[in-house]
């Protein structure tokens, strides 16, 4: 099943996809929500990001088996960075390079704390694609990394949340201006995303919408303004942003 946010008459509206049309329910995070009897056709819908979440978590360091080495740390992103696809990436000029990294992103769907592995999937609200976009040379500059990861749109989220996902076996693909940069799968990720949810609910509280980026196995690629940069996941969809100056 697939779960969106539209972006009708200036106002966001949750709607879940239902006999081929997108349908309004009523509580954008209940299990069996009610509808409220508007719906619109898939095509053409003006998608907003997934989620709107009052959190956003990335999981540092989890790029390759070897990071299960390194101990487990995240780090936290500005809400206000989530953006939809279609909507633009903004790069300040002099702030060095910046790179795009296509990741899966897990979407939260009910409060929870001290979350252990086996009961990760009851929290669970859906996946979606995440672009965990960094400005790579302010990270040595900021060990809290505000500077590299808070920048306005440095994270894409969509187009959708699927629910039907096997999370540790997704290929994902980076494409910058229509060229392939990255290739990759989940399955290469240091820790699953199970042990990441019992890891960040360790230590925060997560709530209704808010997101984990999972992590980037070699799915990172500079980016320019004047570039289109564009995430590919299987079972989920294609994420396409622009990038422009601020």
Same mark, same amino acid.
């Given at each position: 099943?697939?779960?969106?946010?539209?972006?009708?008459?200036?106002?966001?509206?949750? =709607?879940?996809?239902?006999?081929?049309?997108?349908?309004?329910?009523?509580?954008? *995070?209940?299990?069996? !929500?009610?509808?409220?009897? &508007? @719906? *619109?056709?898939?095509?053409?819908?003006?998608?907003?990001?997934?989620?709107?979440?009052?959190?956003?978590?990335?999981?540092?360091?989890?790029? %390759?088996?070897?990071?299960?080495?390194?101990?487990?740390?995240?780090?936290?992103?500005?809400?206000?960075?989530?953006?939809?696809?279609? $909507?633009?990436? &903004?790069?300040?000029?002099?702030?060095?390079?910046?790179?795009?990294?296509?990741?899966?992103?897990?979407?939260?769907? =009910?409060? #929870?704390?001290? =979350? %252990?592995?086996?009961?990760?999937?009851?929290?669970?609200?859906?996946?979606?694609?995440?672009?965990?976009?960094?400005?790579?040379?302010?990270?040595?500059?900021?060990?809290?990394?505000?500077? @590299?990861? @808070?920048?306005?749109?440095? +994270? !894409?989220?969509? !187009?959708?949340?699927?629910?039907?996902?096997?999370?540790?076996? =997704?290929?994902?693909?980076?494409?910058?201006?229509?060229?392939?940069? #990255?290739? %990759?799968? +989940?399955?290469?990720?240091?820790?699953?995303?199970?042990?990441?949810?019992?890891?960040?609910?360790?230590?925060?509280?997560?709530?209704?919408?808010?997101?984990?980026?999972?992590?980037?196995?070699?799915?990172?690629?500079?980016?320019?303004?004047? $570039?289109?940069?564009?995430?590919?996941?299987?079972?989920?969809?294609?994420?396409?942003?622009?990038?422009?100056?601020?």
């Amino acid at each position: 099943m697939r779960r969106a946010r539209l972006r009708v008459d200036g106002s966001i509206v949750p =709607v879940r996809e239902i006999d081929g049309a997108w349908h309004e329910v009523a509580d954008e *995070w209940a299990l069996s !929500p009610a509808l409220t009897g &508007r @719906s *619109w056709p898939l095509e053409g819908a003006h998608l907003a990001s997934p989620s709107d979440p009052r959190i956003i978590l990335g999981m540092a360091h989890n790029g %390759s088996a070897a990071d299960r080495a390194i101990p487990r740390q995240a780090f936290m992103k500005s809400a206000r960075t989530a953006i939809g696809s279609g $909507e633009p990436i &903004r790069i300040v000029p002099g702030h060095g390079n910046v790179v795009a990294e296509a990741e899966l992103a897990v979407v939260i769907g =009910v409060h #929870c704390r001290n =979350v %252990s592995a086996a009961e990760a999937a009851t929290v669970i609200a859906g996946y979606t694609i995440g672009n965990d976009v960094t400005a790579t040379d302010q990270i040595g500059l900021d060990e809290k990394m505000i500077q @590299s990861k @808070s920048g306005d749109g440095f +994270t !894409p989220l969509g !187009p959708w949340l699927v629910t039907d996902l096997d999370p540790d076996a =997704v290929p994902l693909e980076l494409f910058v201006n229509g060229e392939l940069r #990255c290739q %990759s799968d +989940t399955d290469r990720l240091a820790w699953n995303i199970a042990e990441q949810i019992e890891y960040l609910s360790e230590y925060v509280t997560l709530g209704p919408g808010d997101v984990i980026l999972t992590g980037s196995p070699d799915t990172a690629s500079p980016i320019r303004p004047g $570039e289109t940069v564009r995430a590919a996941l299987d079972g989920i969809g294609i994420l396409e942003n622009p990038v422009l100056a601020l």
